[in-house]
């Protein structure tokens, strides 16, 4: 059985969901490894939603909003890139590959960019294999204790 | 009725003992109900016989244990479990028991790394062996006391405020449940706050901030709007005890530590920080010393070996070159 990723996407209400409302009215064909969460603005994402989430088990995270100077509150996607880098820069002290959150950004009207966007990720992730944290089972060397005690 | 109390200190320095006697008057009142019945610290009560007769240790049952520092060695281990095992309800008291404290900066290290450079890297000694007999086996890191045990009681600051001690042993003396402060320092600093977004860019405290030192500290512009780095913002309050002025750092005009360690209990005071720094337009990776967030809080595996590296970095570390 090949490996089916869990994939949680962040995506904001005025550009990022209406695109993927777009898609599905469309009839555009994604993985199905994506959660999506509609947050009001993708800078509302706090840092420690997406730590969160990687330590509950999500295989890849994704934070989507608008274009940088298409912001619906003129420029809570800027915050975000500013906000996100706290998860680049922390990521690794997880244990994680920084290759498992991206921030992406797509218009309302960029059905067919959500798609790619989403394919791409679930690809990638799904190549990376299992997180460790995954059903809370460390993989490797490391026991649950250890795991447990990291995502405290 | 009087109630036994069962003290031990682990991987600590007896600052919160010292607190624990600060308490004053209070302490002279809660002496009436309460019986220290075990207390190495204050109380002529060892584990060993002098010549190695018992080779275990004995601890009479209590009502309540409180346990200070952090677990490092397998006799703080083996301490631990016996209190548990002894006493109804377990505090941890400090933020070496809480969080780890200022010992978990050894988290960053490994034991080998500490013993190179604590018995053969000094000038001015000789070199000598890592020692293997008398001193307990070091666990691989410092933990937390909640890592090990079962702890009911969390009471963090480096030390805690007599007051709060106080307030902990009073409230389980009438069977209640502890009220402890839940706030921010930030939120207990008197400090004049002007706005967010006049500082880009953070500076380490090595000169004073600008401030009059004849005023008082209401009119003292607040230490991170200044540009220096202040833990306020994600360190919970509590140092300044219940009727303080103003919290202690603050008081002598410097910035908060983060001695009291995050403001909730799960609470990740680097994260938080950065997320705060970034939030209000500050490059981040402009900062020097990232780590030293955590100062106070790097045990529950949040401070790691620069090395440390789970399936996921060495899968890809072996499956890079044949993507290539």
């Given amino acids: 059985m090949t490996f089916e990723p869990k994939i949680l996407a962040f995506t904001c209400n005025w550009c990022a969901y209406a695109a993927a409302d777009l898609a599905g009215t469309a009839r555009m064909q994604y993985p199905t490894n994506i959660r999506v969460v509609r947050v009001m603005c993708s800078g509302m994402v706090h840092p420690n939603l997406v730590m969160e989430a990687f330590q509950h088990g999500a295989d890849g995270v994704l934070v989507m909003g608008c274009h940088p100077g298409e912001c619906h509150y003129q420029d809570g996607n800027v915050k975000a890139r500013a906000r996100m880098i706290v998860v680049d820069q922390m990521i690794e002290s997880l244990g994680l590959a920084p290759e498992r959150f991206r921030l992406f950004w797509c218009s309302s009207a960029e059905a067919d960019r959500f798609v790619s966007a989403v394919s791409e990720m679930t690809d990638r992730v799904r190549r990376l294999g299992p997180s460790p944290y995954h059903q809370g089972v460390g993989l490797s ?3 649950k204790e250890d795991l447990e005690c990291a995502s405290r | ?3 036994t109390v069962a003290a031990e200190w682990l991987n600590s320095c007896a600052g919160c003992e010292m607190s624990l006697l600060n308490m004053g008057e209070d302490f002279i009142a809660c002496l009436r109900i309460l019986s220290f019945v075990h207390m190495p610290m204050l109380i ?3 584990y060993f016989e002098p010549m190695g007769e018992k080779i275990g240790f004995e601890f ?3 009502d309540l244990g409180i346990i200070s520092g952090g677990i490092r060695n397998e006799e703080h281990l ?10 109804r309800v377990i505090v941890a ?4 028991a809480t969080h780890g404290g200022i010992p978990a900066l050894i988290n960053m290290f490994s034991n080998d790394e500490l013993f190179r450079r604590y018995y053969r890297t000094t000038v001015a000694t000789d070199a000598a062996d890592t020692p293997a007999v008398v001193v307990p086996p070091l666990l691989d890191r410092t933990y937390a006391l909640d890592e090990k045990i079962r702890v009911d009681v969390h009471l963090p600051g ?3 405020h007599p007051d709060h001690i106080s307030a902990v042993l009073t409230a389980l003396m009438n069977g209640e449940q502890p009220r402890l402060p839940t706030k921010s320092v930030c939120d207990t600093c008197p400090a004049r706050r002007e706005g967010k977004g006049a500082v880009q860019k953070m500076r380490r405290y090595t000169r004073n901030p600008r401030h009059q030192a004849d005023k008082p500290l209401t009119e003292m512009k607040c230490l991170l709007e200044n540009g220096l780095l202040c833990m306020g913002p994600v360190t919970r309050a509590g140092c300044a005890g219940e009727k303080g002025e103003a919290p202690q750092c603050i008081r002598a005009r410097v910035p908060c530590r983060g001695c009291y360690g995050p403001v909730q209990k799960n609470g990740n005071q680097l994260l938080d920080m950065l997320n705060a720094l970034a939030s209000n337009g500050i490059d981040i990776r402009s900062l020097p010393d990232r780590q030293a967030f955590l100062r106070f809080s790097g045990a529950h595996g949040r401070l790691n070996r620069p090395g440390w590296k789970t399936r996921d970095r060495q899968q890809e570390e072996t499956a890079a070159p044949e993507s290539r």
């Fill in chain 2, 1 to 3: 009725m009087r109630l």
């Fill in chain 2, 158 to 160: 480096c030390p805690p």
């Fill in chain 1, 141 to 143: 060397g490391e026991t």
């Fill in chain 2, 44 to 46: 002529d009560h060892k």
């Fill in chain 2, 60 to 62: 009479p049952e209590a």
């Fill in chain 2, 78 to 87: 083996a301490i631990a479990e016996e209190m548990r095992r002894k006493c």
């Fill in chain 2, 93 to 96: 008291m400090g933020t070496c």
